[in-house]
């Protein structure tokens, strides 16, 4: 059983940068999907950002391609997403999930695709 742990969420200042850790304990890291879900407050959860297994695949939401980076280490187990110019509409619970694929599997948004979830960090951007 694979479990996940967030990191790293904190209040911040709008502009400033935070990254946020997520570290798996169970399971094979290297053979995980990854990926990157908010919700904000009377909000549906919505997707962030995804890597595949190999790493080569990144999807990024619109709202936040080219102000946050996701990337793993499959040594730490673990997953980030680097933040920078935050913004207040990015304040949120940020989870990351993940699942089991193949190789050749491309990342994905669908949250209805990943079997294991941690409880989240919460990041709180005020102006």
């Known amino acids: 059983q694979v479990q996940l742990l967030e990191s790293g969420g904190r209040a911040v200042q709008a502009g400033d940068s935070l990254r946020l850790s997520c570290a798996a304990s169970?399971?094979?890291?290297?053979?995980?999907?990854l990926g990157w879900f908010r919700q904000a407050n009377g909000k549906e959860r919505e997707f962030v950002a995804a890597?595949?297994?190999?790493?080569?695949?990144?999807d990024y939401a619109d709202s936040v391609k080219g102000r946050f980076t996701i990337s793993r280490d499959n040594d730490k187990k673990t997953v980030y997403l680097q933040m920078i110019s935050l913004k207040p509409e990015d304040t949120a619970v940020y989870s990351c999930?993940?699942?089991?694929?193949?190789?050749?599997?491309?990342?994905?948004?669908?949250?209805?695709?990943?079997?294991?979830w941690g409880q989240g960090t919460q990041v709180t951007v005020s102006s």
């Open positions: 999930a993940a699942r089991p694929t193949i190789l050749s599997v491309p990342s994905t948004r669908d949250p209805g695709d990943y079997y294991h």
């Open positions: 169970g399971g094979t890291f290297s053979r995980l999907g």
């Open positions: 890597i595949s297994r190999s790493g080569n695949d990144l």
